[in-house]
């Protein structure tokens, strides 16, 4: 396992929400760490469909201008 060095104003934030939460600092920090990555995923496939939709759509314009013609 690696080990990531955290900031000491991050690391008594995290302690202080785990001890509210009553769970561990290592759940609260790896359960935090899934959501930032299924959230950070769920931004990276957005991007991909809007760019998928902006390729369809500069397609269907250039066959509309290509009827025009």
Same mark, same amino acid.
């Given at each position: @396992?690696?080990?990531?060095?955290?900031?000491?104003? !991050?690391?008594?934030?995290?302690?202080? *929400?785990?001890?509210?939460?009553?769970? %561990? &600092?290592? $759940?609260? @920090?790896?359960? /935090?760490? !899934? #959501?930032?990555? /299924?959230?950070?995923?769920?931004?990276? &496939? !957005?991007?991909?469909?809007?760019? @998928?939709? $902006? $390729? *369809? %759509? /500069?397609? $269907?314009? /250039?066959? #509309?201008?290509? %009827? !025009?013609?």
């Amino acid at each position: @396992m690696e080990t990531v060095a955290i900031p000491e104003k !991050l690391k008594k934030t995290v302690r202080g *929400a785990a001890r509210n939460l009553g769970v %561990s &600092e290592n $759940d609260l @920090m790896t359960n /935090a760490i !899934l #959501f930032y990555l /299924a959230a950070v995923k769920k931004n990276i &496939e !957005l991007k991909s469909e809007l760019q @998928m939709w $902006d $390729d *369809a %759509s /500069a397609t $269907d314009l /250039a066959a #509309f201008e290509q %009827s !025009l013609a």
